[in-house]
């Protein structure tokens, strides 16, 4: 079973950076497709980034410009690099993974909160 880790997460002040890491155990080959969702108090999950295994990426647009996300197929691990951070960043960001045809698989969630 493939089994999703997230590490990062934290307090940061606004206009600050912030770098999750999401590691995927259990895999025995590259995954389709990973990236990062995110559930603030009250509100729907949204998707935030995703990339597929060749590189092809995937923002919202309120992270267009801020947010980066990148990968390392050869650890099965995806990062996000979050610069120019504003309070409604604030939420709880899951990694996700998946491959067609298949349901995806998530990371049990980090908190990032954006406050001075």
């Known amino acids: 079973q493939v089994q999703l880790v997230e590490s990062g997460g934290g307090l940061v002040q606004p206009g600050g950076s912030l770098r999750l890491s999401c590691a995927a155990s259990?895999?025995?080959?590259?995954?389709?497709?990973m990236g990062w969702y995110r559930q603030a108090p009250g509100k729907q999950r949204e998707l935030v980034a995703t990339?597929?295994?060749?590189?092809?990426?995937n923002y919202a647009d309120s992270v267009k410009g801020r947010f980066t996300i990148a990968r390392d197929n050869a650890r099965n691990t995806v990062y996000l690099q979050m610069s120019s951070l504003k309070p409604e960043d604030t939420a709880v960001y899951y990694c996700?993974?998946?491959?067609?045809?298949?349901?995806?698989?998530w990371g049990q969630g980090i908190q990032v909160t954006v406050s001075s």
């Open positions: 259990g895999s025995g080959f590259s995954i389709y497709r």
């Open positions: 990339i597929t295994n060749g590189g092809s990426t």
């Open positions: 996700n993974a998946q491959w067609p045809g298949l349901a995806p698989y």
